[in-house]
């Protein structure tokens, strides 16, 4: 069972409201790099070039790619599937 939190002070509040603030524009950061990197692997850079641009190793850039790509699906052949 949780402990019931405790009531925080006027500086205490102020705190959290900063961290707050921060923790929005950092997820947006975050987003925006996110995009870049696969905007530039969509256009043909290298993940090496793009890893040097960000100051990051290839395998960090192949990581970002394969976890927020989407998802290319090849098309099923004429006739392959099941039925008469």
């Known amino acids: 069972m949780s402990r019931r939190a ?3 002070t006027v500086d205490q509040t102020a705190l959290v409201g ?6 929005r524009q950092r997820s947006k950061i975050n987003t925006d790099y996110v995009m870049a990197i696969l905007r ?3 256009e043909g850079a290298t993940f090496g ?4 641009a960000a100051g990051t ?8 790619v394969r976890r927020h790509a989407p998802v290319k699906r090849s098309e099923p ?3 392959v599937a099941g039925g008469a």
């Not at 900063?18 to 923790?23: L, Q, T």
């Not at 190793?57 to 970002?64: D, H, L, P, R």
Request: charged share 35%.
């Open 6 to 8: 405790r009531e925080l």
């Open 18 to 23: 900063v961290v707050r603030k921060v923790a």
């Open 40 to 42: 530039a692997r969509e």
């Open 49 to 52: 070039a793009i890893a040097e």
């Open 57 to 64: 190793s290839s395998q960090a850039v192949q990581e970002i």
């Open 77 to 79: 052949k004429a006739g």
